[in-house]
C-alpha cells in the first residue's frame, strides 16, 4: 500500500512530441505528489507538484494531470525538446509523516530524438 | 532552495575496505537523508540522520554496515563498511525543502567496489 507504480520504464519521443508518464497509488494518505527529474551524474531536483484538490496543474511545457477517484497521476511534457532528456520520478508523500518522507516511483527514462 | 555539497563525487574502491561520503548543506536542516540508487533503478532510503540522535534505519539496513554521523545541523557522514562489489552503487543525501514533498539533493557519491 505504500507503492507508487510507475510505468513505462523507458519512453522515446521525437522532438516536439508529447510525453507521458504515468503513476498510481493505493495508499489514500498520500496527499502530495511531486515529479523529480535526473540528469546523469545529478541528484534529482522538483520539477512539479501537484495536490490532490485540483485536476490539473502547468508550469511552462510541465503539466501533472491528477484522477482522485482512480488514484492516479500522470506528468505530460508537451513540446518535447532534447534536453528533457531525463529520468523522471513521480513520488507521494502523506503531510501527516512527520518525518518527511517520500515514497518513490521506478523512474522512467525519456530519451528525445532531436 | 538548500545547496548540497557532497564527496567524494566517485570512488573505486576495493572491497572489504570502508568509504565515508560527506554531506554538507548550506543551511541548517533537522533532517538529512541518505540514499542509494543503483544503475538505472529507483532511489532506496537508507537512514534518517537527525542531529543529537541515533539514525533510523530503513528495512535492510543496519549501522555496522552503514554508520552514519550527524554532529551538527549542516553536515552529516555515511560510511559503507566492508565493502563488497553488492555495495556499488550512487550513494546521495537529500534535506527536505520548506514545501511539503520538496527534497534537494546532493550530485552523489558514485561507488564502484572491485
Known amino acids: 500500500q505504500q507503492q507508487v507504480k510507475q510505468s513505462p520504464q523507458s519512453l522515446i519521443v521525437q522532438k516536439g512530441g508529447i510525453s507521458i508518464i504515468n503513476c498510481a497509488y493505493e495508499?489514500?494518505?498520500?496527499?502530495?505528489f511531486p515529479w523529480y527529474q535526473q540528469f546523469p551524474g545529478k541528484g534529482p531536483a522538483l520539477l512539479i507538484a501537484i495536490r490532490p484538490d485540483v485536476s490539473e496543474k502547468k508550469e511552462g511545457r510541465f503539466t501533472i494531470s491528477f484522477n482522485k477517484s482512480a488514484k492516479q497521476f500522470s506528468l505530460h511534457i508537451m513540446d518535447s525538446q532534447p534536453g528533457d532528456s531525463a529520468t523522471y520520478f513521480c513520488?507521494?508523500?502523506?503531510?501527516?509523516?512527520?518525518?518527511?518522507?517520500?515514497?518513490w516511483g521506478a523512474g522512467t527514462k525519456l530519451i528525445i530524438k532531436p | 532552495s538548500a545547496v548540497i555539497s557532497q564527496k567524494p563525487s566517485r570512488d573505486i574502491c576495493q572491497r572489504g575496505t570502508s568509504l565515508t561520503i560527506q554531506c554538507q548543506v548550506d543551511?541548517?536542516?533537522?533532517?538529512m537523508f541518505w540514499y542509494r540508487q543503483q544503475p538505472g533503478q529507483s532511489l532506496t532510503l537508507i537512514a534518517t540522520a537527525n542531529q543529537g540522535s541515533e539514525a533510523t534505519y530503513e528495512s535492510g539496513f543496519v549501522i555496522d554496515k552503514f554508520p552514519i554521523s550527524r554532529p551538527n545541523l549542516t553536515f552529516s557522514t555515511l560510511t559503507v563498511s566492508n565493502m563488497s562489489p553488492e555495495d556499488s552503487s550512487i550513494y546521495l543525501c537529500?534535506?527536505?525543502?520548506?514545501?511539503?514533498?520538496?527534497?534537494?539533493f546532493g550530485q552523489g557519491t558514485r561507488l564502484t567496489v572491485v
Open positions: 495508499n489514500t494518505a498520500f496527499d502530495y
Open positions: 537529500s534535506v527536505p525543502g520548506q514545501t511539503i514533498g520538496e527534497a534537494f
Open positions: 513520488a507521494a508523500r502523506a503531510s501527516a509523516n512527520s518525518n518527511y518522507q517520500l515514497i
Open positions: 543551511s541548517q536542516v533537522t533532517m
